[in-house]
């Protein structure tokens, strides 16, 4: 079947690069690079010796006797990638590394550049999130059009992804290095890996390219009838950046879909990975974030009635959302308040003139698109009854409580407290959530997991891609 170059696909192409975060000041140059030079493809092949995919190899499995044929491969890809240090902001480097990782491996990618930022430090550098998909078959229609562009014509011909994959490739601070325990002995599913982003959320983004890569190797594994075929054709890898701070590189994204004329074709599926300890998660908790301010008199603290303490407004408002109501489901428990800075007045004689307090809401309650007003509305009467002068009172955007997929066949499920890309990406999908890990761990200093969490994932993303490909169809 011949596609035209009208396709949505073509178009995504095309404008994807054309994209920067939306709030930008100035526009960026406008930049695409559909391959990174060949020479640096081939060290990095030299550097990092992929273990060949054996089509013949037999099933997997996390036990030691038999490690799945994908341990090495998978086991290199997660320590390169944690070994890079890709704080927010400075995803640069890694960036740069994983486009070199795909394409040596066959895979087509597409780098959509995105405002810098997102560090504390006023990062400046450039960085991007990455589009890829599957090595095409030789001798396919794609693979033609893929010898052309490398002739110098641009690609145009590219299937409608039914199904994508993605997560991040920024990390919290600070940078803690990577390290394997008994390195010298075997490696077994108990072996221990640490270092920042071994789990949140680079043991994800390891574990879904292996997934396609072993889907693509060992079809027959497959109970499923869906195809290689379709798992080559229907499946893209989206990596973003900036997830630990704003969202800003899933925005992107979404808001270059959004820009196209014509609309492309809606996904079916998207898997959003994410430490879920290998369970499915139904949903998380949404998100406000807001600044009160009191504005009060100063005085002197022997003569209190001559003055009004913006610290003590503070203190009884606080004590009064803490304890409020603010909204519960069953899903999700009670909505929780983080009171995260307080700061105010200048001396212990002095009345405080001013106060500042930030706090961090997490919403349980929808719905995603106005869940979170509700509750800024809850406590801006709060605020309001216990003085309806002194406060102001400023929120982020913020969303109500996201709701996921949790119906597929041999997962355990869960739900989660923290936030994700998923109500970032705009779309009537349906939303998987899902990857290796306990968040528990994963912002600290004791961020680990085992070999065999990380396969297990492995085996986890083969089962949601073939799920959700079977569905698509
Ligand atoms: C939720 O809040 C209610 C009061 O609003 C309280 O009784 C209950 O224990 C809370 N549940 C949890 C799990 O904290
Ligand atoms: C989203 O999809 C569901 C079924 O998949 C459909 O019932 C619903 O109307 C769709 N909503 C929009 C806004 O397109
Ligand atoms: C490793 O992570 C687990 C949670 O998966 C945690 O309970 C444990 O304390 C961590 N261990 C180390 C040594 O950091």
């Not at 145009?156 to 991040?168: E, I, M, N, Q």
């Not at 195809?227 to 590189?249: C, I, K, P, T, Y």
């Not at 998987?432 to 200093?445: C, K, Q, S």
Request: glycine letters at 10%.
């Amino acid at each position: 079947m011949r596609v035209t170059t009208l396709s949505p696909a073509a178009l995504l192409l095309t404008l994807l690069p054309l994209t920067v975060a939306a709030g930008q000041q100035q526009q960026q140059p406008l930049q695409s690079q559909l391959r990174p030079s060949s020479s640096s493809s081939q060290h990095q092949q030299q550097q990092y010796h992929h273990q060949p995919l054996d089509a013949a190899a037999t099933a997997t499995s996390t036990k030691d006797s038999t490690p799945p044929p994908y341990r090495d491969a998978l086991l290199s890809l997660h320590k390169s990638l944690v070994s890079i240090e890709s704080i927010t902001g400075n995803e640069n480097g890694v960036g740069r590394w994983l486009v070199d990782y795909l394409v040596a491996r066959g895979y087509t990618a597409e780098l959509q550049f995105v405002a810098p930022g997102g560090g504390d430090d006023g990062n400046e550098k450039e960085r991007f999130n990455i589009v890829a998909w599957p090595p095409a078959e030789e001798g396919s229609d794609r693979h033609e059009e893929e010898r052309g562009e490398k002739l110098g014509k641009r690609a145009v011909v590219r299937a409608d992804p039914k199904v994508v994959l993605t997560s991040h490739i920024d990390v919290v601070p600070p940078y803690i290095p990577y390290s394997i325990s008994d390195e010298g002995d075997a490696i077994t599913s108990r072996t221990m890996i640490k270092g920042r982003g071994s789990v949140d959320a680079k043991a994800s983004v390891a574990a879904m390219i292996t997934a396609i890569d072993d889907l693509l190797a060992r079809p027959s594994t497959s109970s499923s009838s869906t195809s290689s075929s379709s798992v080559r054709n229907d499946v893209m890898l989206l990596f973003v950046v900036d997830e630990e701070v704003a969202g800003a590189g899933m925005r992107a994204f979404s808001d270059s879909l959004a820009r196209m004329h014509p609309p492309p074709r809606p996904f079916s599926a998207v898997i959003f990975g994410e430490p879920t300890e290998n369970k499915l998660a139904c949903g998380h908790k949404g998100a406000l974030f807001c600044d009160i301010t009191a504005r009060g008199v100063a005085a002197h603290s022997g003569y209190p009635w001559l003055g009004k303490s913006a610290n003590e407004l503070v203190v009884r408002a606080l004590a009064r959302v803490l304890d409020a109501d603010l909204g519960s489901s069953d899903l999700f428990g009670n909505t929780t308040v983080n009171v995260g800075l307080l700061q105010g007045g200048v001396a212990g004689n002095v009345i405080p003139e001013r106060a500042l307090v930030k706090i961090g809401v997490r919403v349980a309650v929808g719905p995603q698109e106005g869940g979170a007003k509700h509750v800024e509305e809850k406590i801006r009467r709060i605020l309001d009854d216990v003085d309806d002068e002194a406060f102001g009172f400023t929120c982020s955007q913020g969303y109500g409580s996201v709701e996921c997929d949790c119906d597929v066949p041999d997962f355990d499920t869960i739900t989660v407290n923290y936030g994700t890309d998923v109500p970032n990406l705009a779309g009537n999908h349906t939303r998987y959530l899902y990857g290796p890990g306990d968040i528990l761990v994963a912002h600290g200093a004791r961020e680990n997991l085992t070999v065999g969490v990380l396969e297990e994932s492995v085996e986890g993303y083969k089962k949601l891609i073939l799920h959700a490909l079977d569905r698509a169809q």
